[in-house]
T-cell receptor
């Protein structure tokens, strides 16, 4: 396992469902991120948390709601999604922002989300 | 705003041969980092190599090396002695070191390794 664990690995949900994606890391990192990966598009940064505080919301629709209860866990709550939200959702963690950002991220294996 | 461009959607290389993946970027910053990430079918993004912009020497990690041309804003990845396990999507990424330290990724290059 990579150090960053994402569950579930696959998720199929209807447009009226509510579900949550979970990300967990025990690397001692204090910055965590949600990215959306769609086919033939660059990875899109969604949210950034630094020491449990949200520091970036990249104009993400409110049907995506992040939660970071502590530095080791990050959730993405999903509600009334659209078919175009189907994608691979990647979580990553790193050293705190503003410090050794050049060390790079550690990514999870993602959740493949299909909205039907 | 910074942009990262990978103009090769797909590349193929014969096993044991060498291949170069291209990446160009645009920025007005002087201090930044560049990365290559590999995403195999397992979907986990793995850091391959990184280059700090202030370093003139090209980074090398075993069979992986970069050709960093700062003035030309070019950052290509060379894979020597290609192996079947190198088959993956490769993403070039720019890390801005101002503000929120966020990554900007290219669209990726799919590398196929032929036996």
């Amino acid at each position: 396992e990579t150090g960053v664990t994402q569950t579930p690995r696959h998720l199929v949900m209807g447009m009226t469902n509510k579900k949550s994606l979970k990300c967990e890391q025990h690397l001692g990192h204090n910055a965590m991120y949600w990215y959306k990966q769609s086919a033939k598009k660059p990875l899109e940064l969604m949210f950034v948390y630094n020491f449990k505080e949200q520091t970036e919301n990249n104009s993400v629709p409110s049907r995506f709601s992040p939660e970071c209860p502590n530095s080791s866990h990050l959730f993405l709550h999903l509600h009334t999604l659209q078919p175009e939200d189907s994608a691979l959702y990647l979580c990553a963690s790193s050293q705190p922002l503003g410090t050794t950002g050049g060390l790079g991220y550690t990514f999870g294996s993602g959740t493949r989300l299909t909205v039907v | 705003a910074q942009t990262v461009t990978q103009s090769q959607p797909e590349m193929s290389v014969q096993e044991a041969e060498t291949v170069t993946l291209s990446c160009t970027y645009d920025t007005s910053e002087s201090d930044y980092c560049l990365f290559w990430y590999k995403q195999p079918p397992s979907r986990q993004m793995i850091l391959v190599i990184r280059q700090e912009a202030y370093k003139q020497q090209n980074a090398t990690e075993n069979r992986f090396s970069v050709n960093f041309q700062k003035a030309a804003k070019s950052f290509s990845l060379k894979i020597s002695d290609s192996q079947l396990g190198d088959a993956a999507m490769y993403f070039c990424a720019y890390l801005t070191t101002s503000g929120t330290y966020k990554y900007i990724f290219g669209t990726g290059t799919r590398l196929k390794v032929l036996a």
